[in-house]
């Protein structure tokens, strides 16, 4: 299996960083194509935890190249950070970094209109600039870290930027704005000095290359700009939709991949949006607490609910998922009845579809299935054996629903812990 995918089945946080880090052992390089810092992708190694925002989850293995692909908006200011604060904890990776010369730059004035935004109609945004910089390069005014190379073309691309970023604060938002042209310039362009080394055509490498590919998805496929819950999405394809523009490379390329989605075994979200399932009292939060679900980028609680299979499925066939990874089961374990939501209601009828309209989907009333808890310790295990029967009938409800195998559960957040179900690689080394 030379080229795999992962990406997230739900509203992102499924716990791929640590799917990933597990799987991209076994794989030569690692791929990030879409979405920019808003992504938190948690990994713990040897007991310490390392939270990534830019940089793929990939080259935590010191064998992995690590490639940011054109899909993705970097913010250099982040990237640096990143680069030297996995460089003092002893580990290299500027040698094993590849930068597309296509991506686009995340600006400060990006992020000051992201918050402007956020004022007028709250998304609940991550405020890193997402969207702003990603309104820039679809409306032709983004700047390329290419065009760095280029002094001159990038002052007057920055100065003509920030012209028109001050006239929609002042003049629209009847805001200050005190960003200096010249103070961005000289930050943006000692930053690239530093890694321009590091910046090549990631199209041509990667059509090249005779290494196998780990393809890591950031958010997940219900935050897709066109296939999530629009408006409150992100501002990229967070789906499988984003590969082939996220990296240059044609869908023929990706007809031999094989595609996993990860999903927990409940559901959460984070910012505003319809999330039919949710759970607003107390049993929403008790998965928060056992859980621990607080924003790895923002801190923010994120909210809970029972498992969604209508939107799971919808997820399987958007992405054409070959396998899902569960995470997070224990969650359950101590719970006395499981919810999972097999249809919804709309207008008196039922549907078992995920409705595009932004009105549907946030009137439809879930439709549940109730399952006896399997009260019994699941976190931690290693072996299938171990797995309680209550567990088992759980999976097997998903995979009936969902139409593919589960492979994999992640049993806590390190990195040993997990089972396979279905092992889908040959494993070179056995975790101890
Ligand atoms: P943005 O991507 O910062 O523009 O935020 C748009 C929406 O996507 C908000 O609801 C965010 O909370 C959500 N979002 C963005 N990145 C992530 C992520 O990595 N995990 C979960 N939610 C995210």
């Not at 589960?406 to 690689?425: A, D, N, Y």
Request: charged share 30%; with cysteine.
């Amino acid at each position: 299996m030379d080229k795999l995918v992962i990406l997230g089945a739900q509203w992102g946080d499924e716990g791929k960083g640590k799917i990933v880090d597990l799987l991209s052992e076994h794989y030569d390089i690692t791929v990030r194509y879409q979405g920019g810092s808003n992504a938190g992708h948690t990994v713990v190694v040897n007991g310490e935890k390392f939270i990534l925002h830019l940089l793929p989850t990939g080259i935590l293995h010191e064998h992995v190249i690590g490639v940011i692909a054109q899909g993705m908006v970097v913010d250099l200011e982040v990237l640096k950070e990143e680069i030297e604060e996995l460089e003092r904890k002893g580990l290299p990776v500027k040698e094993r970094l590849v930068i597309s010369d296509r991506v686009h730059l995340v600006m400060p004035y990006h992020k000051v209109l992201d918050a402007l935004f956020e004022k007028k109609r709250g998304i609940g945004t991550t405020l890193r600039g997402i969207g702003p910089a990603y309104m820039f390069k679809y409306g032709r005014k983004g700047i390329r870290i290419s065009d760095l190379y280029d002094e001159k073309r990038f002052y007057s691309l920055l100065e003509e930027n920030i012209d028109f970023v001050k006239n929609i604060c002042e003049k629209v938002f009847c805001e200050k704005f005190e960003l200096d042209v010249k103070e961005i310039y000289e930050k943006q362009l000692s930053i690239f000095n530093e890694i321009k080394e590091n910046v090549k055509d990631v199209f041509r490498f990667l059509t090249r290359t005779e290494k196998s590919v780990l393809f890591e998805g950031a958010q997940g496929t219900l935050l897709d700009i066109d296939m999530g819950t629009y408006p409150y999405v992100t501002s990229s394809n967070s789906s499988a939709l984003g590969l082939s523009n996220g990296t240059g490379l044609s869908p023929k390329y990706f007809s031999d991949a094989y595609l996993v989605g990860v999903a927990k075994a409940y559901l959460t979200r984070v910012g505003e949006g319809p999330f039919p399932t949710e759970l607003k009292g107390e049993l929403g939060e008790r998965l928060r607490e056992l859980g621990g679900e607080y924003g790895s980028t923002t801190g923010r609680p994120r909210r809970c609910g029972w498992l969604d299979l209508v939107a799971l499925r919808y997820a399987v066939e958007v992405n054409g998922l070959d396998a899902l990874i569960i995470t997070k089961l224990d969650v359950l374990d101590s719970f006395e009845e499981i919810k999972v939501c097999v249809a919804y209601e709309l207008d008196g009828k039922v549907i078992d579809y995920f409705p595009a309209s932004y009105t549907d989907i946030s009137r439809v009333k879930p439709v549940y299935k109730t399952l006896k808890g399997w009260k019994k310790n699941t976190k931690g295990i290693r072996n299938i054996s171990e797995l309680p029967e209550g567990a088992r009938e759980y999976i097997r409800l998903i995979e009936e629903f969902t139409g593919v195998p589960v492979i994999m559960l992640s049993t806590g957040p390190k990195r040993e812990e997990f089972v396979w179900l279905r092992e889908i690689l040959k494993t070179k080394r056995s975790y101890s």
